[in-house]
């Protein structure tokens, strides 16, 4: 206010602060990613998220819009229900469903900072001309609790952009990217890290009717999707030392 208003000196901040969640402090960077953070890949391999970057297989689920995953935490607002909470809550009861994968990595050895965006590259079919993936990262406490960390979500026919919508094609895999934004966070020594991922998150998310028509606001008629994971299929992260 005083340099803007007044004409002082500026502030010395620097380029980025940012706060890490769940280590209670806040860093100054140069750049961002922070300068010093490294690009990490975990290959989803059966239901693991393999530290080794390699996996192979596929593992399919069938979402169905007439019974949608609810959602739990996250970017909610305003749905009425004074019981929904936001932010980072406990995944647990919705990751035994069936219409939810769930891939987990071993135990971490030493601190994991998060710092930068989250992205995952999958390899997708589906049996219908569109669907949605909905992928949530979560931080699993030795306890089983499974803290949302981060979400993001995917309506297939924008998987190359909005100004160019296209159908899937039925049985046919694409490589799609599915960004689950940026953050900063640390993930202890013996917690594990988790990728959900489902075709839903109500009512957070509009459903998808799975139908393909013109208008995916309009459609009326809820149709199941049966959707494959296959590889290569990588969660990307960038991890700050020390």
Not at 160 to 177: E, H, I, Q
Not at 193 to 215: E, K, Q
């Amino acid at each position: 206010m005083d340099h803007y208003l007044k004409g002082s000196a500026p502030p010395a901040l620097p380029p980025y602060r940012f706060y890490v969640l769940s280590e209670d402090v806040w860093r100054d960077a140069k750049t961002w990613p922070p300068e010093g953070a490294v690009k990490v890949s975990f290959a989803l391999w059966g239901d693991r998220l393999s530290a080794d970057g390699t996996g192979e297989g596929s593992r399919s689920f069938t979402s169905d819009p007439a019974h949608p995953v609810p959602s739990l935490g996250g970017a909610i607002c305003c749905t009425g229900d004074p019981s929904t909470r936001a932010g980072p809550i406990d995944q647990a009861p919705i990751e035994g469903r069936p219409d939810v994968l769930g891939y987990t990595s071993a135990p971490l050895a030493a601190p994991f900072r998060i710092a930068g965006p989250i992205a995952a590259h999958l390899t997708v079919s589906a049996d219908v001309p569109d669907t949605d993936l909905v992928l949530t990262l979560t931080d699993v406490d030795p306890n089983g609790r499974s803290i949302m960390i981060q979400t993001g979500a995917l309506r297939l026919r924008y998987r190359d952009g909005f100004a160019d919508p296209k159908l899937m094609v039925p049985g046919r895999p694409v490589a799609v990217t599915v960004s689950l934004r940026d953050i900063a966070w640390l993930v202890k020594p013996g917690h594990r890290l988790r990728l959900d991922i489902a075709g839903s998150s109500f009512p957070r998310l509009a459903r998808n009717m799975n139908g393909g028509s013109g208008d995916p606001h309009r459609e009326a008629v809820a149709h199941r999707a049966r959707i494959t994971i296959g590889a290569p299929s990588v969660l990307e992260l960038y991890r700050l030392p020390g």
